[in-house]
Nanobody, 123 residues
Framework: QVQLVESGGGLVQAGGSLRLSCAASGRTFSSYNVGWFRQAPGKEREFVAAIRWSDGNTYYATSMKGRFTISRDNAKNTVYLQMNSLEPEDTAVYYC????????????????WGQGTQVTVSS
């Protein structure tokens, strides 16, 4: 079983950038797909992007392409979400998730979840 810990959230002005991190403990990401989701107040959880650890293949929600980039660091066993040109509408709790099933790369389902990190974008 893999445990996930997100970090890197915070308060940023519109137009700014943040990089979120998702670190694994308990085991490595080596056989997993790792995804990022977000949930804004009063809204359903939304898929952002996912990466297949074994070869770095990525998949993005259509609305997330261009401003968000998912990547991985093998040595640190960590997945990142680089977020640029942030808008107030990006304000949400961001979660990382992991699952070994191939279908997870396309947006889920995911079996393991982190606690989330808050991102707040001020106008």
């Amino acid at each position: 079983q893999v445990q996930l810990v997100e970090s890197g959230g915070g308060l940023v002005q519109a137009g700014g950038s943040l990089r979120l991190s998702c670190a694994a403990s308990g085991r490595t990401f080596s056989s997993y797909n790792v995804g990022w989701f977000r949930q804004a107040p009063g809204k359903e959880r939304e898929f952002v992007a996912a990466i297949r650890w074994s070869d770095g293949n990525t998949y993005y929600a259509t609305s997330m392409k261009g401003r968000f980039t998912i990547s991985r660091d093998n040595a640190k066993n960590t997945v990142y979400l680089q977020m640029n040109s942030l808008e107030p509408e990006d304000t949400a709790v961001y979660y990382c998730a992991a699952d070994y099933r191939p279908i997870a790369l396309m947006g889920g389902p995911f079996n393991y979840w982190g606690q989330g990190t808050q991102v707040t974008v001020s106008s």
